[in-house]
Each structure stands twice: as structure tokens, then as C-alpha cells.
């Protein structure tokens, strides 16, 4: 079985992994110089790199790494710590370089006016695999959005029902109205998509929470949400808000740890959802980036 290929149709399947690679070798090891093993989101694995207790410790690191999304460096004295002493090693010290395969970030865009434009040409540069939805045929083309992986003209009913985000996708609601935004939001929070904004002010944030709330969705559900979408960068043309909304995304996928000027106020809307807290986040409602 071709590790390559594995890797490939794990990539296609939306699946995470996870490729540990011999880099470095002095003495003499159970394997071979550049030895391969890819270790699956559900445990199964491809290749080998010696076996016994190093592998072990190897495809315990390449869970910690898929998870993390982030490479790591293991070294290993097989002459000095006698658990790896299995009568399968000869001696020597090893390195092994265990890196994350991701599946494509995708990201599905309702909406096809300025920001959206924008924020396909600016999120496709930086990596997501762009799928754009719309229900205005003329908005709706390639041509309009020639970086677009997948262009729908569609009802945004007909489409939510078509489309199932997996856990590493991103969905952004920047349609022309509170309706249709509520109606993509309603089914946003109920995917299993990684991260959910929408676009608006705060008002239209807690008036459309407080209605979802009201029809029984589950407050947790919310959590995801980012609303108003993108960080506070003082944006206000399509073009900078699609910047802003980009660097909110790639902060989410590279896990940034930084504190950031998030916009977002649905945490802050779902615990002063009280009548006085509301009436008091109302008074300090801002403008949509």
C-alpha cells in the first residue's frame, strides 16, 4: 500500500492524519534511513518505522499532532533507556519528525455581493478552498469569482440541504439580508463546521440570537459563532473588511494564542441574555465591520 497515495485519499476524504518520517540516524536501528508511517485520524496505520516501543511512542506523538496541527521533532537513545532493549534494536539514536495531514480548509461563503468578492479572492490566497452560495444567478458565476473552488446559484434553502460541512470547515454568512442570514445561521450552528461568523452589528447579533433561542436551538450550539464576523481592525470598505474576516480565519485554523481583538459579541449575548443586560448591550451597539 502506497503511502502517498493514503495520504492523498485521506486529504480527499476530509480526514485528518498524521506522517512520521526517519530524519536522522547514528548507529544501528531495527528500520531504514527516511522510513515512513502515516498514522489515521481513527488509529489505523500505513508503513512502519521499526516497531516495538519507538513506534508506540511515535504513533502516540502523531494522535498529540493531528490534534495540535502542529509538527514535532522526537529523539530517541536507543544505547541508553533499556525499554527500547526489545532484541529487535542494535543500538544507535534516532530522530523522528512527525507532521499533521490536513484535510482542505474549506470554506463555504453565503452571500455574493462586495465583501463576499473580496473575501474570496483574499481567503483564497491564504490558503481555503473557497465553495460561494447564492440565489442571484447574475451574482452567482465563475466569472465573478474566478478563485472560487465551487460557484452555486442556488436557493439558500435547496443549498443548506445539499451541503454538509465537515468538522475542519469554516462557514461566513454575508448575504444582502437579516432573513436569509438568520435562516443560513440556523442551520450553520447545527454542522459539524469548526467555525461559524456572520456579519452584522451587534444589535442584529443578539435580535437574531434571541429569536434562534426562542425556537428551541440550543444555546451551546452558539459557541462556534462569530458575530459580528472578522477582528476589530477599524475596516470599513468590502475589500478591508474581507481582510479582517481572513485573519479571524487563519487566527481559528492556526490556533493562535494570542489575545485578539475579536468582534464578536454571540458569548457576551448569550450570558446577559437577560432583559436588563439586553436593553444594556443594545445601548452600546456598534457598526458591522
Known amino acids: 500500500m502506497d503511502i502517498y497515495e493514503q ?59 493531528m490534534e495540535a496541527e502542529k509538527p514535532r521533532t522526537l529523539t530517541f537513545d536507543l544505547n541508553q533507556d533499556p525499554k527500547y532493549d526489545t532484541g529487535l534494536v542494535c543500538g544507535g539514536t534516532l530522530e523522528v519528525f512527525v507532521e499533521p495531514v490536513l484535510p482542505p480548509a474549506l470554506l463555504y461563503v453565503f452571500g455574493a455581493g462586495h465583501v463576499a468578492h473580496s473575501l474570496c479572492e483574499a481567503a483564497a490566497n491564504a490558503g481555503f478552498d473557497v465553495i460561494v452560495t447564492d440565489d442571484r444567478s447574475s451574482y452567482a458565476t465563475k466569472e465573478r469569482f474566478p478563485a472560487a473552488r465551487e460557484v452555486h446559484a442556488l436557493d439558500f434553502e435547496e443549498a443548506t440541504k445539499k451541503l454538509d460541512p465537515n468538522e475542519s470547515a ?62 476589530d481592525i477599524g475596516a470599513i470598505t468590502p475589500e478591508e473588511i474581507a481582510v479582517a474576516i481572513t485573519a479571524e480565519l487563519i487566527a481559528v485554523r492556526r490556533h493562535a494564542s494570542a489575545a485578539l481583538p475579536h468582534l464578536s459579541c454571540f458569548k457576551g449575548a448569550r450570558q446577559s441574555s437577560g432583559a436588563d443586560s439586553t436593553a444594556a448591550a443594545l445601548q452600546k451597539d456598534e457598526p458591522s465591520i
Request: charged residues 25%; proline residues 2%; contains cysteine.
Open 7 to 65: 495520504i492523498v485519499e485521506l486529504r480527499h476524504q476530509g480526514r485528518r492524519g498524521a506522517v512520521a518520517t526517519i530524519v536522522n540516524v547514528r548507529g544501528s536501528i531495527p528500520s531504514f534511513r527516511t522510513a515512513k508511517m502515516l498514522v489515521r485520524d481513527d488509529g489505523s496505520t500505513v508503513g512502519t518505522i521499526g516497531g516495538g516501543c519507538v513506534e508506540a511512542e511515535v504513533w502516540q506523538a502523531a494522535r498529540e499532532v
Open 170 to 231: 469554516f462557514i461566513v454568512i454575508v448575504t444582502r439580508g437579516h432573513r436569509d442570514d438568520m435562516r443560513i445561521l440556523r442551520w450553520a450552528v447545527q454542522t459539524r463546521a469548526r467555525y461559524v461568523g456572520m456579519i452584522g452589528s451587534k444589535r442584529k447579533v443578539i435580535e437574531i440570537f434571541k429569536t434562534l433561542k426562542n425556537e428551541g436551538i440550543p444555546e451551546q450550539l452558539f459557541d462556534r459563532v462569530h458575530a459580528p464576523v472578522g477582528l
